[in-house]
């Protein structure tokens, strides 16, 4: 089923359809804005252009198609709306990267890494936080800076130690004033240790964390 209105068509989705069409113009595949909802409980889920979809037909008086990826179609389900209007296109500004494994750059800028499909298909964002120092037989709080926290989780962290070695973090030792304990809260990075060992040969900290937003 389709609702055109001027520069605006809505679809009820189908399983395992992936294109579907719009019949007005658009120049610029950056000018079609693509918005899946559930109107059970009217949330409104973005679709992002190039990780979610991609444009064909640009520059037609007939307009165009769009064609769902595997990552759109997941958010595309059976039985939701589907709408296409002449509008900014939501873009990732990290481009369309993986959330398995640490291939993603490392930066302390807040980026776009994938997509929480338990959660309402909600953007995943990261940044790593340089922490410095391990502190000496005390708690160490680093503000990550983030507001709005939905879901949130330390994707990895590490230390480097003056020998050469990288140390991964959270840090489990034989002997238990040696272990290096790590969290997270909405409002900080927390580093936990009972020595003065770690201190002295570990100046450089980095923990990488993954949250979603309200």
Request: charged residues 20%.
């Amino acid at each position: 089923m389709t609702l055109t209105n001027f520069n605006k068509t809505i679809y009820s989705t189908e399983a395992d359809k992936a294109s579907y069409r719009f019949p007005f113009q658009i120049d610029d595949e950056r000018g079609l804005r693509v918005i899946v909802v559930d109107p059970a409980d009217l949330e409104q889920v973005p679709l992002f252009l190039a990780a979610d979809y991609t444009v064909d037909s640009l520059g037609q008086a007939d307009g165009g198609t769009i064609t769902l990826t595997a990552t759109g179609l997941k958010k595309a389900a059976e039985g939701l709306k589907l709408i296409l209007k002449k509008a900014q296109a939501h873009e990732c500004s990290g481009g369309v990267i993986t959330i398995d494994g640490n291939g993603a750059d490392i930066s302390e800028e807040e980026m776009p890494v994938g997509i929480d499909y338990s959660d309402g298909n909600r953007v995943i964002y990261q940044k790593t936080i340089a922490c410095g120092a391990i502190p000496s037989s005390n708690t160490k709080y680093v503000p990550h800076n983030v507001t709005g926290f939905r879901r949130y989780w330390v994707a990895w962290a590490y230390a480097t130690h003056t020998q050469g070695w990288t140390l991964p973090l959270p840090l489990a030792h034989a002997t238990a004033s040696y272990q290096i304990y790590l969290g997270l809260n909405s409002e900080n990075v927390q580093i936990t240790t009972w020595c003065t060992y770690w201190t002295t040969v570990c100046k450089e900290t980095y923990v990488t964390i993954r949250y979603t937003k309200e």
